[in-house]
């Protein structure tokens, strides 16, 4: 069983940073592709990002791509989401997930095993 924690949201003005983190319990957190989502008010659960077990391998979502990065520190077991240039469409509450395949095409929730129970971006106009 895997434990997901997420930190690092808050309410940040359009145009500003923030820097998510998702803290796994697993010892074997480095065998698993990590994913993070997010869902707005009256919207689906989305992807956003996902970045395979060793990291070498990163696929984004067109809507962040080029203003948000995913990364890991399997040493840390844990896994980031720098967030840079935020609009206020990219308010929502923000899950990380882990999934024990490999495979950039593999965004949809289903496919995900473990979820954390989320936190919450807030951008400002």
């Known amino acids: 069983q895997v434990q997901l924690v997420e930190s690092g949201g808050g309410l940040v003005q359009a145009g500003g940073s923030l820097r998510l983190s998702c803290a796994a319990s697993?010892?074997?957190?480095?065998?698993?592709?990590m994913g993070w989502f997010r869902q707005a008010p009256g919207k689906e659960r989305e992807f956003v990002a996902r970045i395979s077990a060793s990291g070498g391998s990163t696929y984004y979502a067109d809507s962040v791509k080029g203003r948000f990065t995913i990364s890991r520190d399997n040493a840390k077991n844990t896994v980031y989401l720098q967030m840079n240039s935020l609009k206020v469409e990219d308010t929502a509450i923000y899950y990380c997930?882990?999934?024990?395949?490999?495979?950039?095409?593999?965004?949809?929730?289903?496919?995900?095993?473990?979820w954390g129970q989320g936190t919450q971006v807030t951008v400002s106009s």
């Open positions: 697993a010892r074997l957190f480095s065998m698993y592709a």
């Open positions: 997930a882990g999934d024990r395949y490999e495979g950039n095409g593999r965004i949809h929730r289903e496919l995900y095993d473990y």
